[in-house]
């Protein structure tokens, strides 16, 4: 399982495109097929984000 975390944004077909990128990079490194590598992508808005002890949406 590949869990992807990022802001929101993307289209649907970047979203698509992602995907099917990082299900090949896995399937041809790690030997697996492709319908056993699953791919979780999760939005998380910038005001719920911090680096370096700051919010993202305050940088």
Known sequence: MITV???PGRT?????ALVREL???IA??????PEGVWVVIRET??????????LVSDR
């Open 23 to 25: 299900t090949d990079a």
């Open 12 to 16: 649907d077909e970047q979203k698509r």
């Open 5 to 7: 975390d990022m802001f």
């Open 45 to 54: 808005e910038s005001t719920n984000w911090a680096i370096g002890g700051q």
């Open 28 to 33: 041809r490194t790690c030997d697996v097929k």
